[in-house]
T-cell receptor, first 112, second 115 residues
């Protein structure tokens, strides 16, 4: 069964450093998303991406965040200068038609 | 704005007992409704979904959920819980007006299963 793949599973970084979280969506999917879950809190939407551009973004997704689909398979989330409060589990999701979203296992980001 | 409430933070049930996890949503129209499960160290796995039609929907692993418009609820049920069902369960809503609309999640209910 096709699945969304995220790497790395755990990323540790120093405050102020840049991080790139990587995702390989399901191959025939056209809609891509990033969510995050701070420990003990609900899963929150960050950004959606379709047709090589951002479709929608939340208030969380400020200028420190960016997304890119550098080739036909990867979908990345970059945080330019990490803060302590960026520590969270980051989930990538993809959807074929924009209705059912399939999630990856997540990347746990720890900012020290 | 849409919202999802899962009133139970943690539920403990005995193996073989029945289970009902509650979910209430707030949205102006009929939303698309989902239940996801997150096992330790795993991602969010889709259990079932409701878009329209029959208000009782069947999902994977023996789960079902019933959409009740009058109560704005979409409760998840399972007649007999197995130890492997211990996980975090998330209810989510998405209006999907455009196809890029994000999901809004509840805070989740952690299910513990005891022998």
């Amino acid at each position: 069964e096709p699945e969304v793949t995220q790497t790395p599973s755990h990323q540790v970084t120093q405050m102020g450093q840049e991080v790139i979280l990587r995702c390989v969506p399901i191959s025939n999917h056209l809609y891509f998303y990033w969510y995050r879950q701070i420990l003990g809190q609900k899963v929150e939407f960050l950004v959606s991406f379709y047709n090589n551009e951002i479709s929608e973004k939340s208030e969380i997704f400020d200028d420190q965040f960016s997304v890119e689909r550098p080739d036909g398979s990867n979908f990345t989330l970059k945080i330019r200068s990490t803060k302590l409060e960026d520590s969270a589990m980051y989930f990538c999701a993809s959807s074929e038609q924009g209705d059912i979203q399939y999630f990856g296992a997540g990347t746990r980001l720890s900012v020290l | 704005a849409q919202s999802v409430t899962q009133p139970d933070i943690h539920i403990t049930v005995s193996e073989g007992a029945s289970l009902e996890l509650r979910c209430n949503y707030s949205y102006g129209a009929t939303p698309y409704l989902f239940w996801y499960v997150q096992s330790p160290g795993q991602g969010l796995q889709l259990l079932l979904k409701y878009f329209s039609g029959d208000t009782l929907v069947q999902g994977i692993k023996g789960f079902e959920a019933e959409f009740k418009r009058s109560q704005s609820s979409f409760n998840l049920r399972k007649p007999s819980v197995h130890w492997s069902d211990a996980a975090e369960y998330f209810c989510a809503v998405g209006p999907f007006l455009s196809g890029n609309t994000p999901l809004v999640f509840g805070k989740g209910t952690r299910l513990s299963v005891i022998a």
